[in-house]
């Protein structure tokens, strides 16, 4: 059966259609600046053929998307009735939005509710919702949300030690994100050790422009460093992570920064970018730290150190490590950084082979057979998961 998996974006789409439960794309690609003058489509197919449109305009993402589908349906579906459910990628399901569901227009209400807590993606998905149900009426749309692998997270660990009536009130807890990457990758762990999830603790730790580390304790996420929005924990392209609170404040009365500039000083000036004032991008970085150049070193050194300090801490938390996973743009991508993060968890008994590490997004084993806790590179697949649990949603 075949099933779309969507992502909408404010002003992009991205798509596969999954050929379920073997998990083969049969086509994806994205669609960009919707909404501007001019935008882009990509579209590429299984028999490899690529169609790249740059002189269209989408001027919404239903223009968008029928575009996709003509393209789906010279060649790739007969018809799209083939089309037999869609699955939705959702940033943020706040408190009530707890698992995978099906969705009626009390889902999509329920969506719109998250608002608050996430601006910046939940218009999109209410229209990508709403586009989908108007296009594909006999498919049925399943909501998948980032934030659900992340319910299993005990209250000591979600909540902040602010006014407790903030989470009464105002729902301020930690939530995460990245929660399907991680649910993939610790499940996929445990397929290659060939062992019950439920037998092993796992440390997950996504690492791209935006990063994240998961603490999965027997397949349930008991930690994770993102909190009520994507900006806490690691040190990120552009993104500040942990930082003291009170910098704001601080800054608010010395130089009179208002909410929208401190959120943008945090979101999108801090991070490798903040740090090292030449890029936000991690491989110009390296090649900095190859030269020698003090900028580039100062911003990857705190860089790898904030990861160093999450995976100690969910050791501890764990009590117990069985395997680390790094995945995601720099952890499928980095040796250097899953170098210079490995060689300083000796203590665990980590050990990682050069050679093996020596590798691009690929699925490998990076540690050494004598290495007390096992250590994959383990690239993410965000989209075969949302398919999967779609999959078993429509044949419950
Ligand atoms: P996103 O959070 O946007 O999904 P990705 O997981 O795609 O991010 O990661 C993007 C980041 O991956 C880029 O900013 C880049 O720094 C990093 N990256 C990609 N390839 C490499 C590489 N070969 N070496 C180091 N870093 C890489």
Redesign the pocket.
């Known amino acids: 059966m075949k099933i779309l998996v969507l992502n909408c974006g404010s002003s992009t789409v991205k798509y596969q259609l999954l050929e379920m439960p073997a998990g083969e794309v049969v086509a994806k690609g994205n669609v960009e600046r919707i909404g501007e003058p001019v935008g882009i489509l990509k579209h590429k197919t299984a028999d490899g053929k690529c169609v790249e449109i740059t002189d269209q305009v989408f001027p919404t993402h239903e223009a968008g998307l029928n575009k996709v589908f003509e393209l789906l349906l010279a060649g790739t579906v007969k018809s799209l009735d083939e089309i037999k459910a869609v699955g939705h990628r959702v940033v943020h399901g706040g408190e009530k939005l707890t698992h995978t569901c099906l969705v009626d227009d009390s889902i999509i209400e329920a969506i719109n509710g998250v608002y608050p807590l996430d601006p910046l993606h939940v218009p999109a998905h209410v229209i990508g919702l709403n586009v989908a149900k108007k296009l594909l009426p006999n498919a049925p749309s399943v909501a998948v949300f980032d934030t659900s692998f992340h319910q299993t997270i005990p209250e000591y660990a979600y909540l902040y030690a602010v006014p407790y009536k903030l989470y009464k009130e105002d729902h301020i807890r930690r939530y995460g994100a990245h929660g399907t990457s991680h649910m993939y990758v610790a499940n996929r762990m445990a397929k290659i050790l060939g062992k019950d999830i439920k037998d092993l603790n796992i440390i997950t730790c996504?690492?791209?422009?935006?990063?994240s580390i998961t603490a999965v304790e027997g397949g349930k996420s008991v930690d994770t460093s993102m909190g009520l929005t994507p900006l806490e924990g690691l040190v990120m392209?552009t993104r500040c992570g942990d930082i003291d609170p009170a910098i704001l404040t601080y800054l608010g009365r010395t130089k009179g920064m208002n909410a929208d500039e401190l959120d943008e000083l945090i979101n999108k000036k801090s991070g490798l970018l903040g740090l090292s004032e030449i890029s936000?991008?991690?491989?110009v970085l390296?090649e900095g730290v190859e030269k020698g150049d003090a900028a580039s070193i100062r911003a990857m050194n705190v860089f790898n150190y904030r990861i160093v300090k999450y995976i100690g801490a969910y050791a501890m938390v764990m009590g117990r490590v069985d395997a680390i996973v790094f995945t995601?743009?720099?952890?499928?991508?980095?040796p250097?950084?899953r170098g210079e993060v490995c060689k300083r968890l000796g203590l665990l008994g980590v050990e990682i082979d050069d050679e093996r590490n020596d590798c691009?997004g690929k699925e490998r084993k990076i540690s050494t057979d004598a290495s007390k806790v096992d250590v994959w590179v383990i690239p993410t697949n965000e989209e075969l998961a949302i398919a999967q649990e779609t999959f078993d949603i429509v044949n419950r």
């Open positions: 996504h690492i791209g422009s935006g990063s392209g936000n991008d991690c491989r390296e995601a743009g720099i952890g499928e991508n980095s250097y950084v691009h």
